[in-house]
Nanobody
Framework: QVQLVESGGGLVQPGGSLRLSCAAS???????MNWFRQAPGKQRELVAH???????NYADSVKGRFTISRDKAKNTAYLQMNSLKPEDTAVYYC?????????WGQGTQVTVSS
């Protein structure tokens, strides 16, 4: 059974930073790691993507502020979020594409507010 467990969300003031983590259990080979977010009343959107080789892509709205990284040995992905804005408020989900299928984290709330 593969599970993704997220941590690191919370309340932060505009301009602040947060670091999200997503750890996968089980013996898996990860092809790609993704971070999505969904704000109230909006569709889920892809925020950051890391291919197996390490190359990355970002949504235009977060370029230069968010960074996706990983610890391959721990099957863990990270999302470092800097210069946070109120419009970054959403539930953030990690998603891994693996040799055993696609898996999602439980979601973690990020609220940016003064």
């Amino acid at each position: 059974q593969v599970q993704l467990v997220e941590s690191g969300g919370g309340l932060v003031q505009p301009g602040g930073s947060l670091r999200l983590s997503c750890a996968a259990s089980g013996s898996i080979f990860i092809y790609a790691m993704n971070w999505f977010r969904q704000a109230p009343g909006k569709q889920r959107e892809l925020v950051a993507h890391m291919f197996g080789g390490g190359s990355t892509n970002y949504a235009d709205s977060v370029k230069g502020r968010f960074t996706i990284s990983r610890d391959k040995a721990k099957n863990t992905a990270y999302l470092q979020m800097n210069s946070l804005k109120p419009e970054d408020t959403a539930v953030y989900y990690c998603n891994f594409a693996t040799d055993r299928g696609s898996y999602w984290g439980q979601g973690t709330q990020v609220t940016v507010s003064s």
